[in-house]
C-alpha cells in the first residue's frame, strides 16, 4: 500500500512570496489533515478535511493560509503571503475515518524556509 | 495551542534501560494514540489505547491510561539506540473527530 505523498519535499522563498503544497493520501482514506511543525514544537494542526469538505479549521490563519481538497482525494496547501514565522515542517496525513479508534498515516512533510 | 502535554521535554538513558514518559491532556477524549517522529521524518503511529482501556502492550510498548487524572503513560523496555527519537501522544477529542498533538519528549538512547 503506498503510503501518503507530499511535495516538494523542500522549499526555499523569500518572505511576502506565495507558496503551495501538495498532499496525496491513502487510497480510500476519507479524513486528511496538514499540520504545522515548527522546529522543537508538536504537529499543530490546521485544517483537517472529511472527503471535500472542512470539518475543523480553526487554527488555520485564514488571512494568509488557504487549503482545499477537490473531489475529496488530493490536497493542496498555500500560503500567500509567506512570513518568517511561517517557516516550519508542513505534514500532511490521512486516515480511513475519524473519531473512535483510527490511527493516522503521515507523509514526509514539506520543510519551508522563508528568508 | 497544544491540547497535550509531554514531559519530561527531554530524556536521555543507556541502551538496555526502560525509558518512560508521560502525556497530560485537558479534555474528554475518544483515544489516546502515540507516535514516534524520526529527525526529519514523519510521524509514524505506535499504538492505540482507547478511552474504556486502561493498559496496553505492543512488544516493547506499554501504554496507560487514566481518564479520571487525565494522563497517559508511554513505557518503552529494553530501550535500542534504534528508538532515539521524538515521542508524541496524540489527542482523539470527544465530539471534536480531530487529532491534536502534544510537544513531545525527545528521547536519546546512548549506545
Known amino acids: 500500500e503506498a503510503g501518503v505523498a507530499q511535495s516538494p519535499r523542500y522549499k526555499i522563498i523569500e518572505k511576502r512570496q506565495s507558496v503551495a503544497f501538495w498532499c496525496n493520501p491513502i487510497s480510500g482514506h476519507a479524513t486528511l489533515y496538514w499540520y504545522q511543525q515548527i522546529l522543537g514544537q508538536g504537529p499543530k494542526l490546521l485544517i483537517q478535511f472529511q472527503n471535500n469538505g472542512v470539518v475543523d479549521d480553526s487554527q488555520l490563519p485564514k488571512d494568509r493560509f488557504s487549503a482545499e481538497r477537490l473531489k475529496g482525494v488530493d490536497s493542496t496547501l498555500k500560503i500567500q503571503p509567506a512570513k518568517l514565522e511561517d517557516s516550519a515542517v508542513y505534514l500532511c496525513?490521512?486516515?480511513?475515518?475519524?473519531?473512535?479508534?483510527?490511527?493516522?498515516?503521515f507523509g514526509q512533510g514539506t520543510r519551508l524556509t522563508v528568508v | 495551542s497544544q491540547q497535550g502535554e509531554e514531559d519530561p521535554q527531554a530524556l536521555s538513558i543507556q541502551e538496555g534501560e526502560n525509558a518512560t514518559m508521560n502525556c497530560s491532556y485537558k479534555?474528554?477524549?475518544?483515544?489516546l494514540q502515540w507516535y514516534r517522529q524520526n529527525s526529519g521524518r514523519g510521524l509514524v503511529h505506535l499504538i492505540l489505547?482507547?478511552?474504556?482501556?486502561r493498559e496496553k502492550h505492543s512488544g516493547r510498548l506499554r501504554v496507560t491510561l487514566d481518564t479520571s487524572k487525565k494522563s497517559s503513560s508511554l513505557l518503552i523496555t529494553a530501550s535500542r539506540a534504534a528508538d532515539t527519537a521524538s515521542y508524541f501522544c496524540g489527542l482523539d477529542q470527544t465530539g471534536a473527530n480531530n487529532l491534536f498533538f502534544g510537544t513531545g519528549t525527545r528521547l536519546t538512547v546512548i549506545p
Open positions: 479534555t474528554s477524549i475518544n483515544n
Open positions: 496525513a490521512s486516515s480511513p475515518l475519524t473519531g473512535y479508534g483510527t490511527e493516522a498515516f
Open positions: 489505547i482507547r478511552s474504556n482501556e
